[in-house]
């Protein structure tokens, strides 16, 4: 390989195993300097986590990163960004509490006789502030800045320490579409003076924009690679999609009752400007598909009363009810099984009786305040017994059960109080394969008793296994829904990515 060939940055064999989950298997990649190169693939391909190790965030478990043809050891921040890769977080890491110059040199002040030179931050910021081309001064408070104009710090930031590869994850995740365009001139401007840009997003437009190559993950491993003339939206849709779906679903077709929830119009307050019309069935498993940022989670939040509904109705059973709070969800018949459990499911350091208990604390008290105890373990006992929870006895600290045990006590809480809407975010998420069996065959039982089932779902197989019928997001919008016998892989990531499929039903 001559020296013009050799590579900027290359990725050779890398390999990341977490407990239970090979994050990463063999996955190579090359940037050339002044490329952007886009990285994609669905919820879990591993991007996340090959961009963590390039920035010294998480140490491989194999293979080797070179810059410049030789081998390098990004075992630190530090590291990765003394050797020019710098990355920019999804979630801004910045301080609001500080000025805009001492953001982008912070941790790296100059000084002068032992004080901080604030004359110096101030002269280098505007040198990286005017490269970048943000008009602010570098002593303007962070915290007057929109949300696009702190993205072009961070970028300012990494440009101050010298980045040859700046790896940008999902950037325009919270721009505007004016922001967007900057942020997108920017990057041009970045490539034209030869930094090399690693651009993740699930925005296939902007991809196709702006990218000189794609890099396609699946399931950890590389599944391509698309060359400029080859990028387009169906080329990278098949790409990231092209698998078989897994065999474990075993759905049988229920019987389908009447309309137990209908959404009308509601407007979160994280996606305002969009309305969620919709309806479930008891009897009906209705899954909700999208990328990350669609929106999925934030409408779970404001049917269980979590966040307050910025406009619109919900109708349970013919009545239309006032989502205020959790308990007025709880009290018509609505409950949530939360993505992250052991933060907003469980108490973690408490009983397995004492969390199954916690949502009809209410309704068993007794006169006096006391809690009716023989209540509390009647439910305990029916629900580790119907849920077949691996649990030594009803005392045992919920911290020491598996992830699926874990997940089937939050079910248990609200099981117990005999819902008749059962929303699950993610209801799977870091569990093993056996423990997910188990969750599926409850979800058919539930549905069979006459619950309605809404859940969100990163997992593919799990959407296309599961459901009865899909309703599939974009950007806080529901762009449509597809019946069981129309879903497939292609129909729905067209759906997620925001364009529309002839075979959807779509929702204005």
Same mark, same amino acid.
């Given at each position: 390989?001559?020296? #013009?060939?050799?590579?900027?940055?290359?990725?050779?064999?890398?390999?990341?195993?977490?407990?239970?989950?090979?994050?990463?298997?063999?996955?190579?990649?090359?940037?050339?300097?002044?490329?952007?190169?886009?990285?994609?693939?669905?919820?879990?391909?591993?991007?996340?986590?090959?961009?963590?190790?390039?920035a010294?965030?998480?140490?491989?478990?194999?293979?080797?990163?070179?810059?410049?043809?030789?081998?390098?050891?990004?075992?630190?921040?530090?590291a990765?960004?003394?050797?020019?890769?710098?990355?920019?977080?999804?979630?801004?890491?910045?301080?609001?509490?500080?000025?805009?110059?001492?953001? =982008?040199?912070?941790?790296?002040?100059?000084?002068?006789?032992?004080?901080? +030179? @604030?004359?110096?931050?101030?002269?280098?910021?505007?040198?990286?502030?005017? $490269?970048?081309?943000?008009?602010?001064?570098p002593?303007?408070?962070?915290?007057?800045?929109?949300?696009g104009?702190?993205?072009?710090?961070?970028?300012?930031?990494?440009?101050?320490?010298?980045? @040859?590869?700046?790896?940008?994850?999902?950037?325009?995740?919270?721009?505007?579409?004016?922001?967007?365009?900057?942020?997108?001139?920017? #990057?041009?401007?970045? @490539?034209?003076?030869?930094?090399?840009?690693?651009?993740?997003?699930?925005?296939l437009?902007?991809?196709?924009?702006?990218a000189?190559?794609?890099?396609?993950?699946?399931?950890?491993?590389?599944?391509?690679?698309?060359?400029? +003339?080859?990028?387009?939206?169906?080329?990278?849709?098949?790409?990231?999609?092209?698998?078989?779906?897994? $065999?474990?679903?075993?759905?049988?077709?229920?019987? =389908?009752?009447?309309?137990?929830?209908?959404?009308?119009?509601?407007?979160?307050?994280?996606?305002?400007?969009?309305?969620?019309?919709?309806?479930?069935?008891?009897?009906?498993?209705?899954?909700?598909?999208?990328?990350?940022?669609?929106?999925?989670?934030?409408?779970? *939040?404001?049917?269980f009363?979590v966040?307050?509904?910025?406009?619109? *109705?919900?109708?349970?059973?013919?009545?239309?009810?006032?989502l205020?709070?959790?308990?007025a969800?709880?009290?018509?018949?609505?409950?949530?099984?939360?993505?992250? *459990?052991?933060l907003?499911?469980?108490?973690?350091d408490?009983?397995v009786?004492?969390?199954?208990?916690?949502?009809?604390?209410?309704?068993?008290r007794?006169?006096?305040?006391?809690?009716?105890?023989?209540?509390?373990?009647?439910?305990?006992?029916?629900? =580790?017994?119907d849920?077949?929870?691996?649990?030594?006895?009803?005392?045992?600290?919920?911290?020491?059960?598996?992830?699926?045990?874990?997940?089937?006590?939050?079910?248990?809480?609200?099981?117990s109080m005999?819902p008749?809407?059962?929303?699950?975010?993610?209801?799977?998420?870091?569990?093993?394969?056996?423990?997910?069996?188990?969750?599926?065959?409850?979800?058919?039982?539930?549905?069979?008793?006459?619950?309605?089932?809404?859940?969100v779902?990163?997992?593919?197989?799990?959407?296309?296994?599961m459901?009865?019928?899909?309703?599939?997001?974009?950007?806080?919008?529901?762009?449509g829904?597809?019946?069981?016998?129309?879903?497939?892989?292609?129909?729905?990531?067209?759906?997620?990515?925001?364009?529309?499929?002839?075979?959807?039903?779509?929702?204005?």
């Open positions: 390989m001559t020296e #013009v060939d050799t590579p900027l940055l290359e990725v050779r064999e890398i390999g990341k195993q977490f407990p239970g989950v090979r994050a990463l298997h063999g996955v190579n990649l090359t940037v050339q300097q002044a490329e952007v190169l886009a990285v994609i693939g669905e919820n879990g391909a591993g991007k996340s986590t090959l961009m963590k190790i390039l010294g965030v998480q140490l491989p478990d194999g293979g080797q990163i070179l810059i410049d043809g030789k081998p390098v050891t990004l075992d630190s921040v530090k990765s960004l003394d050797s020019g890769v710098a990355l920019i977080h999804q979630e801004l890491n910045l301080a609001e509490n500080l000025q805009v110059g001492e953001n =982008i040199y912070l941790g790296r002040e100059p000084n002068r006789y032992g004080f901080i +030179d @604030r004359k110096q931050i101030n002269r280098d910021a505007s040198l990286v502030l005017q $490269q970048i081309g943000l008009e602010v001064a002593t303007t408070p962070l915290s007057e800045l929109s949300i104009q702190r993205q072009m710090v961070e970028i300012a930031k990494a440009m101050s320490v010298g980045a @040859r590869v700046l790896i940008m994850d999902e950037p325009t995740s919270s721009l505007s579409s004016a922001e967007a365009e900057r942020l997108f001139q920017v #990057v041009n401007d970045l @490539r034209e003076r030869g930094v090399s840009i690693i651009y993740i997003s699930h925005r437009g902007e991809v196709q924009a702006l000189d190559r794609v890099v396609v993950l699946r399931d950890g491993e590389n599944a391509g690679v698309l060359d400029r +003339d080859e990028i387009s939206h169906d080329n990278m849709v098949r790409m990231m999609v092209g698998r078989d779906v897994s $065999q474990f679903y075993s759905r049988e077709t229920l019987p =389908i009752g009447d309309v137990v929830l209908s959404v009308e119009g509601i407007r979160t307050p994280a996606w305002p400007e969009h309305e969620l019309t919709f309806s479930i069935r008891s009897g009906e498993i209705v899954g909700i598909s999208g990328l990350v940022g669609a929106g999925r989670t934030e409408m779970l *939040r404001t049917l009363g966040d307050r509904p910025v406009s619109g *109705r919900v109708v349970v059973e013919g009545k239309q009810v006032d205020a709070s959790p308990l969800a709880i009290h018509a018949g609505i409950a949530l099984v939360p993505e992250d *459990r052991k907003n499911g469980l108490v973690i408490m009983s009786r004492h969390n199954i208990g916690l949502a009809a604390l209410s309704r068993n007794l006169a006096g305040g006391f809690l009716n105890r023989a209540v509390e373990r009647r439910d305990t006992t029916q629900m =580790i017994r849920l077949r929870i691996k649990t030594p006895n009803d005392a045992q600290i919920t911290r020491f059960l598996s992830g699926g045990n874990q997940q089937k006590v939050v079910l248990g809480k609200w099981l005999m008749k809407i059962l929303l699950l975010d993610e209801p799977t998420r870091g569990i093993d394969v056996g423990a997910k069996q188990e969750i599926y065959q409850l979800m058919e039982q539930l549905a069979r008793d006459g619950l309605a089932v809404l859940f779902s990163s997992e593919m197989e799990e959407i296309m296994g459901s009865d019928r899909t309703i599939v997001m974009h950007e806080g919008c529901i762009t829904e597809l019946e069981r016998s129309e879903l497939s892989e292609e129909a729905i990531m067209q759906l997620a990515t925001g364009k529309a499929n002839e075979g959807a039903t779509v929702i204005n």
